[in-house]
């Protein structure tokens, strides 16, 4: 497995600041000084302009580290009207409460703008959702919440180049999970061909330990209609190809494979149908 990190550069002093990045850059620095540029490594190590090296052996001594948390994201997007909504199921899967502040932030990267020796800026927190305070959530051991955001992308932003990133920050500036999802990943088509809302998908059995009949019905016919399996963190486990679905009902099988043919392990997974604009997301528990 690849090594993943989740990155936002909060600018203060140039012309990507904004008011929510300045919230948040008070968060971790109340008095309102600091050094430019400092990395805060999973809101534990502070580090006042180091280089990769260190940044690296920051991300080593945290990765070995278990989250008590998993999130997974779903969504939607119209690039017609620029708009969308961010759905995130968040999981406790440690023995105890946690608590935090939940944050749902939309950033733009490659951004070209010359500063030192670069051309570009990356990772630039364009909006926070609603704020840069974000919203305090409590998670029992064993539970999971779901929260929304709806947002609207600047017409001067380039929705190709613009992620959403949700995370979980505890009260000692510990990032407890982060997950991103590219806005284009949950782009819808600008001029959908079904009018209805009214979709309807069935998973038998639910608990499953070997296959899945999955079933879906629709009020009208749809060509761009796509079914597909998530896990919690948001990674793309099986798709059926949308000629396959262009039908008022129909059914197929999931074998607990995902695309490469490999058994995926036991847990929770959403099963995901997207119809022209509207979606219907179900979770299905995979025993082994």
């Known amino acids: 497995m690849k090594d993943s990190a989740v990155f936002i550069a909060y600018h203060i002093n140039d012309p990507f600041k904004s008011t929510d990045g300045n919230t948040r850059a008070l968060y971790y620095y109340p008095g309102g000084s600091l050094a430019t540029p400092t ?83 990356f990772n630039v927190p364009r909006d926070c959702l609603p704020d840069g305070n974000g919203e305090a959530v409590s998670i029992a051991a064993g539970s999971s919440i779901d929260k929304s955001r709806n947002f609207t992308l ?17 009260t000692s500036k510990e990032m407890y999970q982060g997950q991103k999802v590219h806005i284009m990943d949950i782009s819808v088509e ?17 608990p499953v330990s ?42 197929v099988v999931w074998d607990g494979r995902d695309e490469f043919g490999e058994y995926v392990g036991s847990g929770i997974y959403l099963c995901v149908l997207k119809s022209g604009s509207h979606m219907v997301v179900n979770k299905v528990l995979l025993t082994r």
């Open 39 to 121: 990395v805060w490594a999973d809101g534990v190590f502070e580090r006042a302009g180091v280089g990769y090296a260190q940044c690296r052996a920051d991300f080593n001594t945290r990765k070995v580290i278990s989250s008590p948390l998993s999130i997974g994201l779903s969504g939607s997007y119209n690039a017609g009207t620029r708009t969308g909504t961010i759905m995130a199921q968040v999981t406790n899967t440690s023995g105890s409460s946690v608590s935090g502040k939940l944050h749902f932030i939309v950033v733009e990267t490659a951004i070209p703008y010359s500063w030192y020796n670069e051309d570009s800026v």
């Open 210 to 251: 070997r296959r899945a009949v999955i079933q879906w019905s629709a009020p009208n016919a749809c060509d761009n209609s796509r079914l597909m399996i998530y896990d919690l963190s948001g990674r793309l486990v099986k798709g059926w190809e949308r000629d396959n679905l262009a039908t008022l009902s129909g059914k």
């Open 154 to 170: 600047n017409t001067g932003w380039n929705a190709n180049k613009c992620d959403i990133i949700v995370f979980v920050q505890g």
């Open 190 to 206: 600008e001029t959908p061909k079904i009018e209805s809302v009214e979709l309807k998908l069935e998973i038998l059995p639910n």
